[in-house]
C-alpha cells in the first residue's frame, strides 16, 4: 500500500539546536517529494520539493531534505532551528505524474525560545 | 501570486443538512483538489479534479461529491452531513505540468 510516515509527531527544541524530522514512504513507482509547512493560523505552503537530479535539495529559510532511494527515505534537516520555525511539518509523496499526493501525518514542531 | 480562496473560515451545520463548500483559484490551474485535515491523520486527499467537469476520487470520497463547472471553481458537496465529517477541509491547486500545490486556508466545518 501507498503510504508515508513520519515518525515524530511533536519535535521540541531550543533555539539553534539542529533539526531532523524523518519521512519515509512507501510507493511502486517513481516520485515526487515534498515538504509542506504550516505556520499557526496560515496556509499551507511549499518548503521544499525533489523531482529528480542533486538529492541534496535546498529550500526556503534555510531548510534541506535529503533523498535517500535506498532508504526511501525524505527527511528535512536545518543546523540551527529559530523560534519563528515553530510550526507543523508535513511530508508528501506524489507518484510521478499522477497528481495523487499522499501526505504524512505531519510533525508539530514547537522551538523555545 | 496565486490565490485560492474558500467562501468560509468557519462553518457550523445539523446532522443531516446538505453543505457546500467552495473554492477558487485566481490563476487559471487545470488542477484542483479537497482534502480534509484531522490530527494525527494529516492530509487526506477527497477528490480532486484536472479539468472542467472532470473529477477523480480520492483516497476517501465516502459521504462527498464534488462539482467542477467553471475552472476556476470546485466546490465540495457533503450530501447529508454527518458528525464524522466535522473536520478541516483544504482546498489546493496546480497548474498542469507543475508540481507545487497552493492551498487556500481552509474551511473549519462543525456538524452538530
Known amino acids: 500500500a501507498q503510504s508515508v510516515s513520519q515518525h515524530n509527531h511533536h519535535v521540541i527544541l531550543s533555539e539553534a539546536a539542529s533539526l531532523e524530522l524523518g519521512c519515509n514512504y512507501s510507493y511502486g513507482g517513481t516520485v515526487n517529494l515534498f515538504w509542506y509547512v504550516q505556520y499557526p493560523g496560515q496556509h499551507l505552503q511549499l518548503l521544499l520539493k525533489?523531482?529528480?537530479?542533486?538529492?541534496l535539495v535546498k529550500g526556503i529559510k534555510g531548510f534541506e531534505a535529503e533523498f535517500i532511494k535506498s532508504k526511501f527515505s525524505f527527511n528535512l534537516r536545518k543546523p540551527s532551528v529559530q523560534w519563528s520555525d515553530t510550526a507543523e511539518y508535513f511530508c508528501?509523496?506524489?507518484?510521478?505524474?499522477?497528481?495523487?499526493?499522499?501526505f504524512g501525518t505531519g510533525t508539530r514542531l514547537k522551538v523555545l525560545a | 501570486d496565486v490565490k485560492v480562496t474558500q467562501s468560509s473560515r468557519y462553518l457550523v451545520k445539523r446532522t443531516g443538512e446538505k453543505v457546500f463548500l467552495e473554492c477558487v483559484q485566481d490563476?487559471?490551474?487545470?488542477?484542483m483538489f479537497w482534502y480534509r485535515q484531522d490530527p494525527g491523520l494529516g492530509l487526506r486527499l477527497i477528490y480532486f479534479s484536472y479539468d472542467v467537469k472532470m473529477k477523480e476520487k480520492g483516497d476517501i470520497p465516502e459521504g462527498y461529491s464534488v462539482s467542477r463547472e467553471k475552472k476556476e471553481r470546485f466546490s465540495l458537496i457533503l450530501e447529508s452531513a454527518s458528525t464524522n465529517q466535522t473536520s478541516m477541509y483544504l482546498c489546493a491547486s496546480i497548474l498542469a505540468g507543475d508540481n507545487e500545490q497552493f492551498f487556500g486556508p481552509g474551511t473549519r466545518l462543525t456538524v452538530l
Open positions: 525533489y523531482f529528480s537530479g542533486d538529492p
Open positions: 490563476m487559471d490551474h487545470e488542477n
Open positions: 508528501a509523496v506524489e507518484g510521478e505524474g499522477t497528481y495523487k499526493y499522499i
